[in-house]
């Protein structure tokens, strides 16, 4: 069975400092997708970046950051020099082919980020 | 612009009733999707939906029951029989498999 955990459950730091949200997932899969999902006080859960398994290439887009690591089977989410607009729920999820090709995905529990100005 | 809509925002209700919450999309997605998120547990998979009049139980679809008598809409009945309704809860959609899912902005029921 597939399973996401995000170790840390909430998170502070201070405007400007740096912060990594961490994601271990297990998957008897080859192939598979990985998210991160942002979820601000508003609710909606917005979208932020898929891996699939066989790129390993770290990503970078402005102040985020990823790193996929298949070895320690992770998936390591990077915000740097933290703004208060950063503030949310932040999600990992994986994503395995289901039944019938319905695409079955699996959240964290979600890291809850807060950053003090 | 496209996208999902939840309705209504806030729902109340008194323990012993159905109560039926409301999931539309206009993006032509295929795939609709029903989560429940409670404090500490994350996002939970009730029901999915592939196509029209096909739908599938997730992981805690006991006490809930869904509709998919057109691909726009997928509204979930949350039914007397779901031990602990009080939760936010949130519909997706996705175009494709291991494709984003796009989320509306939730409902949150409280059910006394």
């Known amino acids: 069975a597939q399973k996401v955990t995000q170790a840390q459950t909430e998170i502070s730091v201070v405007e400007k400092e740096d912060v990594t949200l961490d994601c271990v997932y297990e998957?008897?899969?080859?192939?598979?997708?990985l998210f991160w999902y942002k979820q601000p006080p508003s609710g909606e859960l917005v979208f932020l970046i898929r891996?699939?398994?066989?790129?390993?290439q770290n990503e970078i887009s402005g102040r985020y950051s990823w790193n996929f690591q298949k070895s320690t089977s992770s998936f390591n989410f990077t915000i740097t020099a933290s703004q208060v607009v950063d503030s949310a729920v932040y999600f990992c999820?994986?994503?395995?082919?289901?039944?019938?090709?319905?695409?079955?995905?699996?959240f964290g529990i979600g890291t809850k980020l807060q950053v003090i100005p | 612009d496209g996208g999902i809509t939840q309705s209504p925002k806030y729902l109340f209700r008194k323990e012993g009733q159905n109560v039926t919450l409301s999931c539309e999309q206009n993006?032509?997605?295929?795939?609709m999707y029903w989560y429940r998120q409670d404090p500490g547990q994350g996002l939970r998979l009730i029901y999915y939906?592939?196509?029209?009049?096909?739908?599938q139980k997730g992981d805690i679809a006991e006490g809930y029951s869904v509709s998919r008598e057109k691909k726009e809409s997928f509204p979930l009945t949350v039914t007397s029989a779901q031990k602990n309704p009080t939760a936010f809860y949130l519909c997706?959609?996705?175009?494709?498999?291991?494709?984003?899912?796009?989320f509306g902005n939730g409902t949150r029921l409280t059910v006394t």
């Open positions: 997706a959609s996705s175009p494709g498999q291991n494709s984003p899912l796009h």
């Open positions: 998957t008897r899969d080859t192939t598979y997708y």
């Open positions: 891996r699939n398994s066989f790129d390993e």
């Open positions: 999820a994986l994503s395995e082919a289901g039944w019938r090709g319905y695409q079955k995905v699996t």
């Open positions: 993006l032509n997605h295929d795939a």
């Open positions: 939906s592939q196509i029209v009049n096909d739908f």
